[in-house]
């Protein structure tokens, strides 16, 4: 089937026994309630979203206005800081690390740029937004789509039979089977173990 290579029988089981696991390519139970959980929370968001746009007053002064947006930035630099520190060691906690800090790049332009819509600074909110915060957050996603999709093509390679896929989101989630490691489901992974 085009060009598919499985790998042989005898290296699998060589790097299973080495490894002394085996992956599988399914979701549990306790991850389909979790998936069930995400898809009400959007049903129960939806009309929330709806309700608060045709009920919210279109000014609020807030009392604690530097405390959000200090607070905001204090953890943006924490991420940053975060992301840096796993860069320099190369640790796979980057990855996620990446997607946090993108996603709170996105907010905080988004924030910036519609609460500066009318007044005096808007030029400069607009120039930073699309200037430094998108981009560092494209560049955040993108990064963690580099880690992602290696990891996943170097797992993938290692333990599956068919060719790899080439999107990260036709990659399926990897769990260890509990039982292989000697490991009961209820139990909690200690690092001794």
Not at 54 to 63: E, G, I, Q
Not at 118 to 142: C, I, K, N, Q
Request: aromatic share 12%.
């Amino acid at each position: 089937m085009d060009g598919e290579r499985p790998p042989s029988d005898g290296v699998r089981n060589r790097r299973e026994k080495l490894l002394g696991l085996r992956l599988h390519l399914s979701l549990s139970r306790r991850a389909q309630i979790v998936s069930l959980f995400f898809l009400v929370g959007v049903v129960v968001l939806v009309p929330w979203t709806v309700f608060l746009g045709l009920t919210l007053p279109p000014r609020y002064d807030a009392d604690h206005w530097r405390l959000l947006w200090t607070g905001f930035d204090a953890a943006l630099i924490t991420v940053l800081l975060l992301a840096a520190w796993a860069a320099w060691y190369r640790r796979q906690i980057l990855a996620a690390i990446a997607m946090v800090a993108g996603t709170l790049l996105f907010c905080d332009a988004w924030f910036d740029m519609v609460t500066s819509f009318g007044h005096r600074d808007e030029w400069l909110t607009l120039l930073t937004g699309f200037g430094a915060e998108l981009p560092l957050g494209v560049f955040f996603f993108w990064l963690y789509r580099r880690i992602a999709m290696t990891t996943m093509s170097v797992l993938h390679h290692d333990t599956s039979e068919v060719p790899r896929p080439r999107r990260l989101r036709d990659f399926k989630i990897v769990q260890l089977e509990l039982e292989a490691l000697g490991l009961d489901g209820d139990e909690p992974n200690e690092p001794s173990s």
